[in-house]
């Protein structure tokens, strides 16, 4: 090929197609505030500090009452400032030597500083007990949405929108930051602006409206802006989703050996920076709407306050309001004025917290109603038996089932091989056996209990399961065998379940041993190769010492003689419990009791190896297909 060639075929290479649009069509394509109205976006203020307040208490009760006496005593200093500046004021403005009047005002003025030294002092006061709340608040909250998405039934994880959810819950943990300062600046200057404007009403009662005109287009301003910036979060949720996962994909070292070796870095790169463009490009797109709303509010703004100082200065000047009064009435007007301004900037803050609080409170109340609810019944070892019968179940979206009216019979000492082509229904049926999904139609039961019924927890506690994609958990080597359940004080049964996978000789060998970290990220810490993690997940499946093992596709990544080892040492301890082997690797089915064949989510053929291999079905065809490399 000429190097003009090479250049036409450059030249018509296609660019690389950007990220998908993503748009629901459900419940959750509806932005929730859209259809809410501006008086019913203020209601919600009394019942976002409700909320606030409530969550705080639960937290450090000390704390929330000693914010309480803060604001009664920033409430009281405030009335005293200005009752004591009213009265210096008249020594002040009156006649007399310049030493006389002072002399005459020195008592006032000395209460002004005493109230002033006692406002700071409590703002002191208030930020510190707010920094006691303000982390364990955060961390309750962020607790409870990983308690939250950990203990939803797992097919709730299928839900369309329940990841974007998520994702929108989690900004509400994060304004969790910021909430409680928030709140506590809007009480503080509500506080300071009741004080005030009952003090300026006394004086001039034209002038408390003439303020409140003053400032509440600002507020307008505020919490249009807000929902402004919300409706802008809402429709970037699902891109923001997306783009957070590609980027862990995309600079995580476990997987920078295909994204270097492929040549894919210029590619995600370019996909990251498209989807980031993409958030952006809305973003931008809302602003022109908020320097609308932030002019307008301050143009009206404007002109109520030139009104209500030009007021003051007529009140003055015409003699309405003697000068020691029109000189309090400033310093009532300033302070006011500053705790308006104040109450609706925090005020804002906090009705836009409030929106994502709501995401993440109807996230927590979404996940805890599809939060297991099975009943209290509880399995008592040994298992003896479980049974399927007529058992069927749907991925939701999906036209068919997974698994398709399929009955079987597991019995305590067996052992059961599950194949069958990809997306045959192998790995949903034995979520469907240990109760990680619960059945559409039909039945599963354990020593005759439907586990619809029995309390998932003692499910579980008997289930030693090895997925086929399983976690390459950052602990030390010990935690990943045991994961937090010891059952001793010494490591002589960690050891068992290691030897029992042939990796003690490679244990010994890390710089700590059973100590060592295996996470290569953190400085210190080590990796382990794909054939070593898969036997530790095996060891830790083995040292549950459970009543049902399942092991999916567990020797994938061994070499023949770990996965000699493993299929031994199942045969070795198959008499106790109830086994089940998933694999693709028929010749490794030889161990097993009884084997089952499942195509397009149905049993398709069972039996013993011998019979299947003879019996010219899908089982000898694949097995065929296996040795004719």
């Not at 067996?414 to 109760?435: D, F, M, P, Q, Y």
């Not at 010994?508 to 530790?536: H, I, K, M, P, Y």
């Amino acid at each position: 090929m000429t190097s003009a060639d090479t250049q036409d075929t450059q030249a018509v290479t296609p660019p690389p197609p950007p990220p998908a649009e993503i748009t629901y069509t459900g419940q959750y394509s509806i932005n929730p505030l859209g259809e809410v109205s501006f008086r019913k976006l203020c209601g919600q203020l009394p019942s976002v500090l409700r909320r606030i307040a409530r969550m705080s208490w639960d937290v450090d009760r000390r704390a929330v009452l000693l914010l309480l006496v803060c604001q009664l005593v920033t409430g009281v200093a405030a009335a005293v400032l200005l009752a004591a500046t009213a009265s210096a004021m008249r020594p002040v403005l009156g006649g007399g030597s310049v030493a006389d009047r002072l002399h005459a005002a020195l008592p006032a003025l000395l209460v002004v500083a005493g109230a002033s030294a006692l406002t700071r002092g409590s703002a002191a006061v208030s930020t510190y007990a707010e920094r006691r709340i303000t982390p364990r608040l955060t961390t309750v909250t962020d607790t409870a949405l990983v308690e939250a998405v950990c203990r939803v039934e797992a097919a709730a994880y299928a839900v369309d929108g329940f990841a974007d959810r998520q994702e929108a819950a989690e900004m509400g943990v994060i304004r969790t930051h910021v909430m409680v300062s928030d709140a506590q600046r809007f009480m503080s200057a509500l506080v300071k602006m009741v004080t005030a404007s009952g003090v300026l009403s006394v004086l001039n009662p034209l002038m408390l409206p003439l303020l409140l005109l003053a400032v509440l287009p600002a507020g307008v301003g505020a919490v249009l802006s807000a929902r402004v910036d919300y409706e802008i979060h809402y429709a970037n949720v699902a891109d923001r989703n997306v783009r957070g996962m590609m980027r862990w994909w995309s600079t995580t070292p476990k997987y920078a050996d295909e994204v270097r070796a492929n040549g894919m870095t210029d590619y995600l790169l370019y996909w990251y920076r498209s989807l980031s463009e993409r958030v952006d490009g809305r973003t931008l797109t809302a602003a022109p709407r908020t320097l609308r709303i932030a002019l307008v509010s301050s143009v009206v703004g404007g002109v109520f306050l030139v009104a209500t100082w030009a007021v003051l200065a007529w009140l003055a000047v015409t003699g309405r309001v003697a000068l020691a009064l029109a000189a309090t009435a400033v310093v009532a007007v300033q302070t006011t004025l500053a705790a308006l301004s104040q109450v609706i900037i925090n005020g804002a803050a906090v009705f836009h917290t409030s929106l994502y609080l709501s995401d993440m409170q109807a996230f927590l109340d979404d996940a805890e109603a599809r939060a297991p609810d099975r009943g209290e019944l509880a399995v008592s070892a040994p298992v003896e038996e479980i049974r399927l019968d007529e058992v069927t179940y749907q991925y939701p979206g999906k036209d068919k089932p997974a698994v398709d009216r399929v009955s079987l019979t597991l019995r305590r000492g067996e052992i059961l091989a599950v194949v069958g082509v990809n997306g045959s229904g192998k790995s949903t049926l034995t979520r469907l056996i240990t109760g990680i999904y619960l059945a559409d139609k039909g039945r599963v039961t354990w020593n005759g209990s439907d586990l619809a019924r029995i309390a998932e927890a003692t499910v579980w506690s008997r289930t030693g399961l090895v997925p086929q994609i399983f976690a390459q958990w950052p602990l030390r080597v010990r935690e990943n065998v045991t994961l937090g359940q010891p059952r001793t004080f010494d490591d002589g049964e960690v050891w068992q379940a290691l030897d029992a996978v042939g990796m003690r000789e490679a244990v010994e060998e890390l710089s700590q041993g059973l100590d060592t970290l295996l996470a290569r990220e953190v400085f210190g810490g080590a990796e382990l190769s794909g054939g070593q993690w898969q036997r530790l997940a095996c060891s830790r499946a083995l040292y549950r010492r459970p009543s049902l093992l399942i092991l999916d596709e567990p020797t994938s990544q061994m070499d023949p003689r770990g996965e000699h080892a493993i299929f031994e040492e199942i045969k070795a301890i198959a008499g106790d419990r109830i086994t089940i082997v998933v694999t693709h690797r028929l010749e490794n089915t030889k161990v097993a009791d009884h084997i089952v064949v499942m195509d397009q989510g149905r049993i398709t053929e069972q039996g013993g190896y011998d019979e299947l291999v003879h019996a010219g079905g899908i089982f000898a065809e694949l097995l065929a297909l296996s040795q004719d490399r």
